[in-house]
Structures are given as C-alpha cells and as structure tokens.
C-alpha cells in the first residue's frame, strides 16, 4: 500500500521560502516510471498543479510557479521536497503531493497539509 503523507510549517511570514516534505512509504520514488507531484488549492479555488519530479529525476513547474518553485528529492529517505520562495498571503492553500504513472491519473494523494501565509 502507498502512503503519501506531507509536512511542514503551518503558517510562514511572506516573503519567506515555504518548504514541505513528501514523505513515501510503500513504494521507491525513483520506481519506474512514477511522478511525483504538488498540487495546490487555494481557499474557493480548484486545484493548481506546481511542479513534478520524476522517477529520473527531472523536474517539471507550472510556467505560472516556475520562478519561485522548486521540488527535489531524498532517496535515501525517500522524501520528495518542495520549496516555495518569496510567499504572499495568496500562497495560502492546502498543499497536496501526489503520485501518478506514465499516462495515467494519479493514483495515489497525501491527506494535504494547510499552509498560511501571515506576519
């Protein structure tokens, strides 16, 4: 069984990197050929997809997110990583990591951690 569960702080002052930890069981992050990603929703939005890490390696960010984003991965702890430089209040949502394989849906989620942005 595959379990994703996130971590993190709950509330980062803005202008301040936002940094959340995937943690996986069940599987290896570097299995082929899974992807891992974050995934947000604000509060009264859809979700918004901010970047995956592939079973390579390779990393992938929303054009929109690409600047201030970046995901990366501890295979020895089997970790998926993602930090969010420079947050403003609009970064507040639930911040989700999921996994997905080649061409399909994703499959498997975390339960979601809430972050808020306030001084």
């Known amino acids: 069984q595959v379990q994703l569960q996130e971590s993190g702080p709950g509330l980062v002052k803005p202008s301040q990197t936002l940094s959340l930890t995937c943690t996986v069981s069940?599987?290896?992050?570097?299995?082929?050929?899974?992807?891992w990603s974050w995934i947000r929703q604000p509060p009264g939005k859809g979700l918004e997809w901010m970047g995956t890490?592939?079973?390579?390696?390779?990393?992938y960010y929303s054009p929109s997110l690409k600047s201030r984003t970046s995901i990366s991965r501890d295979t020895c702890k089997n970790h998926i990583i993602l930090q969010l430089s420079s947050v403003t209040p609009e970064d507040r949502a639930v911040y989700y990591c999921?996994?997905?394989?080649?061409?399909?849906?994703?499959?498997?989620w975390g339960q979601g951690t809430q972050v808020t942005v306030s001084s």
């Open positions: 999921a996994r997905r394989s080649v061409g399909m849906l994703y499959d498997y």
């Open positions: 069940g599987d290896s992050i570097t299995a082929n050929y899974y992807y």
């Open positions: 890490i592939e079973y390579s390696g390779s990393t």
